[in-house]
Nanobody, 127 residues
Framework: QVQLAESGGDSVQSGGSLKLSCAAA????????MAWFRQAPGKERERVAT???????SYSGLVRGRFTIALDNAKNTLYLQMNNLKPEDTAMYYC?????????????????????WGQGTQVTVSS
């Protein structure tokens, strides 16, 4: 079974940068969607960015232009480069993956609740 493990969360000043990693073990999907989500205390979980196995990406309007999602297939690792961080980016960040074997879903709409999730990594941005 696919297992995901996030790392790279930290506390930074506003305007700073962080790079999150999500290592995937036992990854057997041939066609898939992966994503970064975040959840701040008292708020609903929100989708930050998604990437298809072919490389197509999508971003939330709140992070577009500041965050970059990338996939290293050789290392089975998903990344999220976060620049110009703001206090409102403070949240627990999770990676998720799902099997999109028949290509039915656009990853921006993929039902990741059906997929696999990591345990999360905390990002705190102070002003």
């Amino acid at each position: 079974q696919v297992q995901l493990a996030e790392s790279g969360g930290d506390s930074v000043q506003s305007g700073g940068s962080l790079k999150l990693s999500c290592a995937a073990a036992e990854f057997t999907y041939s066609r898939y969607c992966m994503a970064w989500f975040r959840q701040a205390p008292g708020k609903e979980r929100e989708r930050v960015a998604t990437i298809e196995s072919g490389g197509l990406t999508s971003y939330s309007g709140l992070v577009r232009g500041r965050f970059t999602i990338a996939l290293d297939n050789a290392k089975n690792t998903l990344y999220l480069q976060m620049n110009n961080l703001k206090p409102e980016d403070t949240a627990m960040y999770y990676c998720a993956a799902g099997d999109n074997g028949d290509g039915y879903w656009s990853c921006s709409m993929f039902p990741f609740d059906r997929g696999v999730w990591g345990q999360g990594t905390q990002v705190t941005v102070s002003s």
